[in-house]
């Protein structure tokens, strides 16, 4: 079956724009996380939805970072007036949820801000 | 909140023989322990869990074992190949109170030489 997809792939940007990145996750899969991956780091914590609420924002870094998932399916995660400090590998999770705890995570969309 | 060390940070091993990647956390609340192989230019893929209520699972060459006490579970991956060579992520999760996000450990860089 498919797996959780992430568009786009590679994502360049000037210091200053705006981007966003999205999340397709696994049909049916109640709970989307988003992380983020430093170079030669492990994944962080960013957010948390359960369909479409987002019930736990405390790792994103600052205000320029939002996310959304309005119908509780496809997730978009916006990063506004991009600094140098957000180049990462963005990775999004999904899992049934309920009593299951598997995650399983797309392939990321490495973010680069010249 | 959670501390996930691992440890070492890479590993070099000759094919055939077996590896073990060691990882510490300091919640006692936390309850789920994930490992994630990373290849490069990919997204975590989840290969073995395990929660607290067990102390070994084992799938076909790899193994996890987790002391509750201590505070301390580890991967074991017996016959080592080639195809093993990759960046290997713990991650331990207390469902419940954080919803069930991940915290990673830094990752261990596993070179099997043939």
């Known amino acids: 079956g498919a797996g959780v997809s992430q568009s786009p792939r590679y994502k360049v940007a000037k210091r200053g724009q705006d981007v966003a990145l999205r999340c397709d996750p696994i049909?049916?899969?109640?709970?989307l996380f988003w992380y983020q991956q430093a170079l030669g780091q492990g994944p962080e914590f960013l957010t948390y939805f359960q369909n479409e609420a987002q019930l736990d924002k405390s790792g994103l870094p600052s205000d320029r970072f939002f996310a959304e998932r309005p119908e509780g399916s496809v997730s978009t995660l916006k990063i506004q007036r991009t600094q140098q400090e957000d180049s990462a590998v963005y990775l999004c999770a999904s899992s049934l949820g309920g009593r299951t705890y598997e995650q399983y995570f797309g392939p990321g969309t490495r973010l680069t801000v010249t | 909140g959670e501390n996930v060390e691992q440890h070492p940070s890479t590993l070099s091993v000759q094919e055939g023989d077996s590896a073990v990647i060691k990882c510490t956390y300091s919640d006692s609340a936390s309850n789920y322990f994930p490992w994630y192989k990373q290849e490069l230019g990919k997204g975590p893929q989840l290969i073995i869990d395990?929660?607290?209520?067990?102390g070994e699972k084992k799938d076909q060459r790899i193994a996890v074992t987790l002391n509750k006490t201590a505070k301390h579970f580890s991967l074991h991956i017996t016959e080592t190949q080639p195809e093993d060579s990759a960046v290997y992520f713990c991650a331990a999760s207390a469902r419940g109170s954080t919803l069930g996000r991940l915290y990673f450990g830094r990752g261990t860089q596993l070179t099997v030489w043939p």
């Open positions: 395990i929660r607290s209520n067990v």
């Open positions: 049909s049916g899969h109640v709970s």
